[in-house]
T-cell receptor, first 110, second 112 residues
Framework: GIQVEQSPPDLILQEGANSTLRCNFS?????LQWFHQNPWGQLINLFY???GTKQNGRLSATTVATERYSLLYISSSQTTDSGVYFC????????????FGSGTQLTVLP | EAQVTQNPRYLITVTGKKLTVTCSQN?????MSWYRQDPGLGLRQIYY???????DKGDVPEGYKVSRKEKRNFPLILESPSPNQTSLYFC???????????FGPGTRLLVL
């Protein structure tokens, strides 16, 4: 099956800093999503972005499908950004199921 | 309020005692799915449904059943739970397959 690798696995930032999270995948995809799991376990959708660039406030994401990677940018990080960030993908032409990466654990210090 | 709800939120049961975890969404979404999350293994898809009466297996379907008789509901059934099904379970839905998914709050299950 498709391989999804996220980096870095862990990231510690001071409040106000910027960060870039990366998601590499091993096959062509027709579905790519970014999620945030907060410290209480709740999973929140951030972006549906199989290609191109999107922005939502301090967060933005870019997917370069031809090169099989996606980036999530967090600017001016806040303590509430802490948690685990997952990307999830589905292979083009395959069944309608998502495969998740192992996540990036982000800790933002005050 | 648009949401995905799951019940129960926490459940302790014993091996072999059939249980059902309910999932309901009020957004008229076509696509619904169940995931389990385990330490070190991440999130894995159990079953998904493209629409009413259309379901299919995900990556880890063994030991689970689902049904989709109504658009809003997608229950997860464990006919004979075993300790290796102890996990955190999430239901999710999206308007179509190629749209962002919205997750329920999770159900934490412990099978003794």
């Amino acid at each position: 099956g498709i391989q999804v690798e996220q980096s870095p696995p862990d990231l510690i930032l001071q409040e106000g800093a910027n960060s870039t999270l990366r998601c590499n995948f091993s096959d062509s995809v027709n579905n790519l999503q970014w999620f945030h799991q907060n410290p209480w376990g709740q999973l929140i959708n951030l972006f549906y972005i199989p290609s191109g660039t999107k922005q939502n406030g301090r967060l933005s994401a870019t997917t370069v499908a031809t090169e099989r990677y996606s980036l999530l940018y967090i600017s001016s990080s806040q303590t509430t950004d802490s948690g685990v960030y997952f990307c999830a993908v589905a292979v083009s032409g395959s069944a309608r199921q998502l495969t998740f990466g192992s996540g990036t654990q982000l800790t933002v210090l005050p | 309020e648009a949401q995905v709800t799951q019940n129960p939120r926490y459940l302790i049961t014993v091996t072999g005692k059939k249980l059902t975890v309910t999932c309901s969404q009020n957004m008229n979404h076509e696509y619904m799915s169940w995931y389990r999350q385990d330490p070190g293994l991440g999130l894995r898809q159990i079953y998904y449904s493209m629409n009413v009466e259309v379901t299919d297996k995900g990556d880890v379907p063994e030991g689970y059943k689902v049904s989709r008789k109504e658009k809003r509901n997608f229950p997860l059934i464990l006919e004979s739970p075993s300790p290796n099904q102890t996990s955190l379970y999430f239901c999710a839905s999206s308007s179509r397959w190629q749209e962002t998914q919205y997750f329920g709050p999770g159900t934490r299950l412990l099978v003794l």
